[in-house]
Nanobody
Framework: QVRLVESGGGLVQAGGSLRLSCAAS????????VGWFRQPPGKEREFVAG????????RSADSLEGRFAISRDNAKNTVYLQMNSLKPEDTALYYC?????????????????WGQGTQVTVSS
């Protein structure tokens, strides 16, 4: 069993940065592919970025235009999402999720473990 806990969200002005963390418990973290998703108010959950268990494969949503970067530290059982040049439209509840698949998947139903989410609010 894997438990995921997000942190690092908050209120930031447009143009600012935040770093989200996803801390995991459980023996299988080092073999876990982790994804970040977000759900803006009134909208569906969408893929943000994902990283394979080794860190060798990472991808992010094209719509982010390279503003976000995902990384992981297996020694700390933590995955990070660095968010730069934040915009008001980045406001959402951000979730991390995990699965044991080889490739990074972009649809929520391909992930079996989920955190509770952390709120990111970007003011204009």
């Amino acid at each position: 069993q894997v438990r995921l806990v997000e942190s690092g969200g908050g209120l930031v002005q447009a143009g600012g940065s935040l770093r989200l963390s996803c801390a995991a418990s459980g023996r299988t973290f080092s073999t876990l592919t982790v994804g970040w998703f977000r759900q803006p108010p009134g909208k569906e959950r969408e893929f943000v970025a994902g990283i394979s268990w080794s860190g060798g494969r990472a991808r992010s949503a094209d719509s982010l235009e390279g503003r976000f970067a995902i990384s992981r530290d297996n020694a700390k059982n933590t995955v990070y999402l660095q968010m730069n040049s934040l915009k008001p439209e980045d406001t959402a509840l951000y979730y991390c999720a995990g699965n044991h698949l080889f490739l990074v998947r972009t649809t929520p139903n391909e992930y079996e473990y989920w955190g509770q989410g952390t709120q990111v609010t970007v003011s204009s």
